[in-house]
């Protein structure tokens, strides 16, 4: 995958989520998330594991980033659940070693947070498959840093863009890195329909003070 195509990605796997109603945006009609939050957008990445053409463009589009950006990287190790799989498929393209990493320790066992074999100082790229505010993908890169890996950075499907999200990354100093976001879905919306021109400045206006949103 060339620059210019990793480029126009953002809108490629946008289009992609919204055809296979991976996303789903709803300005005017909010859904309600776990945490009670009003939200116009509806995102579960996993439906991308049951279509052949849009997770190989995704494990393509995570390859060509790590060849460009972590041309050293050692390994790539998913977070529990949504990144398994996708870090399992760019592992074998890449011809690396794949780790996966849970929320937390198990309560059994050897009571692994990492399963995969790893030594220290090899260096790591985490793969996500979603960034909102960067709470779990974060927790998960700072327990493959504990366990003595090089944390090189964290590629995801789709951000929110939340800034409180880049911000916590850019604290960590964990590059971020993602495929398409919150703006290029607003963008590919807009050009394939799903949503008015009208709808735009409210869809925007979400990621700056989600809190606020539908009060």
Known sequence: ??????????QQIAGSLL???????????????S???????????????SYPNVRDVIAEGF????????????AVAG???????????????????????????????KTNQIEGHFTPGQKVVLIEDLVSTGGSSLKAAVAVREAG??????????T???PQAAQAFAEQEIPLFTLSNYSALIETALELGKIEEADVALLRSWKEDPQAFGK
Request: proline fraction near 7%; charged fraction near 20%.
């Open 160 to 162: 929110y863009e939340f």
């Open 79 to 109: 977070i529990a659940t949504g990144g398994i799989p996708h870090a399992a498929w760019v592992a074998q393209k890449l011809n690396l070693p794949m780790l996966y990493v849970r929320d937390k320790a198990k309560g059994h066992g």
């Open 19 to 33: 055809t296979i109603g991976a996303v789903a945006l709803r300005p005017n009609e909010p859904f309600t998330w």
């Open 63 to 74: 390859a060509a980033v790590i060849r460009e950006r972590f041309p050293d990287c050692e």
């Open 1 to 10: 995958m060339t620059t210019n195509n990793l480029e126009q990605l953002p």
């Open 149 to 158: 890996c090089v944390v090189q950075g964290t590629v995801a499907i789709f």
């Open 35 to 49: 945490s009670g939050m009003k939200s116009p957008i509806y995102c579960d990445n996993r439906l991308t594991m």
